[in-house]
């Protein structure tokens, strides 16, 4: 073979070598500055130093979030907002904590797309003189009414136990 020939087909076979060396020496650099997190991303949530924490957090009610006693008493301001009705005239059917299937929390409407995931909250079934009402509520604990076409309710949580 000749020197030319040679030339021809060893200068694109070093040059796409020189090439892949680089870019493996750039993405080295690369890796070696990600490893260790900025200073303002060390005290982030979701940070692997916290993430034993962060479970923690999952697990225990926040401050944020409702009891089911304070859920309730929402519950039944809104209702008397919206009849018009007293508080004394809206009694409590059943009120529990429950875990929704998904983020539709047991009051889907049609044609929306839900996160698939348990998400903790509340049932609350009030009653007055026109019938039942449902709301439900997430994480958050903030009821909302649901319409009864719509309301799924969840398995009571003791069927010996008193509706309250």
């Excluded at 990600?34 to 130093?49: C, L, T, V």
């Excluded at 089911?68 to 018009?84: H, I």
Aim: glycine residues 8%; proline residues 7%; hydrophobic residues 35%.
């Amino acid at each position: 073979m000749s020197a030319t020939k040679l030339l021809r087909l060893g200068a694109p076979m070093l040059l796409l070598i020189a090439l892949a060396a680089c870019q493996g020496q750039q993405a080295g650099e690369q890796k070696e500055a990600s490893a260790e997190p900025a200073e303002s991303e060390q005290s982030q949530p979701g940070n692997d130093d916290n993430a034993s924490d962060e479970g923690k957090k999952m697990t225990q009610d926040t401050p944020d979030r409702m009891a089911l006693e304070e859920a309730v008493e929402a519950a039944r301001e809104d209702l008397s907002e919206r009849t018009g009705r007293a508080l004394d005239e809206i009694s409590v059917v059943r009120a529990q904590e429950v875990t929704w299937a998904n983020g539709a929390l047991g009051c889907p409407e049609e044609g929306m797309m839900y996160t698939q995931a348990l998400v903790e909250g509340f049932y609350i079934l009030l009653a007055d003189a026109d019938g039942e009402h449902a709301y439900h509520s997430g994480r958050d604990g903030q009821p909302f009414f649901c319409p009864p076409d719509r309301s799924k309710a969840p398995p009571k949580s003791d069927p010996e136990e008193p509706l309250s």
